[in-house]
Nanobody, 121 residues
Framework: QVQVVESGGGLVQAGGSLRLSCSASGNIFSINAMGWHRQAPGKQREAVASMVSGDSTNYADSVKGRFTISRDNAKNTVYLQMNSLKPEDTAVYYC???????????????WGQGTQVTVSS
């Protein structure tokens, strides 16, 4: 089993910064993609940023130039540095990690419990 734990959310004023962290632990053979989604009240969950093996990154248009995703493979950890935050960035942010438990297993997506980010105007 794989556990995913996020941290780093909170309340910040518009224009401020936050850094989210997400660590995976448990029976992990290898990790492929890691990333972040978010869900604002009354809205569907949307992809924010992702990073696959080889360090290829993808960002939602709404966060390009403001958010940066990075990973520490040795720690099975992914980060989301969020700068120039806007009130519309307010949401619960969920981390996902695509991992497999053995060489012969398929990759599965594991989700964290979510961390609240609130940006005040």
């Amino acid at each position: 089993q794989v556990q995913v734990v996020e941290s780093g959310g909170g309340l910040v004023q518009a224009g401020g910064s936050l850094r989210l962290s997400c660590s995976a632990s448990g029976n992990i053979f290898s990790i492929n993609a890691m990333g972040w989604h978010r869900q604002a009240p009354g809205k569907q969950r949307e992809a924010v940023a992702s990073m696959v093996s080889g360090d290829s990154t993808n960002y939602a248009d709404s966060v390009k130039g403001r958010f940066t995703i990075s990973r520490d493979n040795a720690k099975n950890t992914v980060y989301l540095q969020m700068n120039s935050l806007k009130p519309e960035d307010t949401a619960v942010y969920y981390c996902h990690i695509d991992a497999r438990e053995s060489l012969f297993s398929l990759f599965s997506r594991y989700w964290g419990q979510g961390t609240q980010v609130t940006v005040s105007s």
